[in-house]
């Protein structure tokens, strides 16, 4: 699979290159069209997220910046500036044609179809 697909058209505003790199959590689910990756990306929003298909391996990068409101002073700090960014090997069933994305509040979730070929479909029984 040698084919390169962007989810996301703008490439995200870089961050420095030194700005920690954090791995985001993710969940993966499969159902019979299509697997499906949510991945939490806090502070990051459509158009600091970027998400690639190439050479069998979905990328997914985020970039956040940790705002921090006018007339507040900072108590603690969990979140901070920085990137995101993690690759999955994708099997060989997927259409990397047909893969789409949407962040919202932070959360990217990435719809990877299945092929056709390889959906199970049920076989008629006759006596």
Avoid: C
């Amino acid at each position: 699979m040698s084919e390169t697909k962007a989810i996301q058209k703008e490439p995200p505003a870089q961050t420095p290159q030194s700005e920690p790199v954090y791995i985001p959590r993710v969940d993966i689910r499969e159902d019979a069209n299509q697997f499906t990756v949510v991945a939490d990306l806090p502070g990051s929003d459509d158009k600091s997220v970027e998400a690639t298909v190439q050479n069998g391996v979905l990328t997914i990068e985020g970039w956040s910046q940790a705002d921090k409101p006018q007339g507040y002073e900072l108590l603690g700090q969990e979140f901070g500036r920085g990137r995101y960014r993690r690759d999955f090997a994708l099997p060989d069933q997927i259409d990397p044609e047909r893969i789409h994305a949407r962040v919202k509040n932070g959360v990217l979730t990435v719809a990877i179809p299945k092929k056709e070929e390889v959906k199970a479909r049920k076989i008629q029984i006759n006596s």
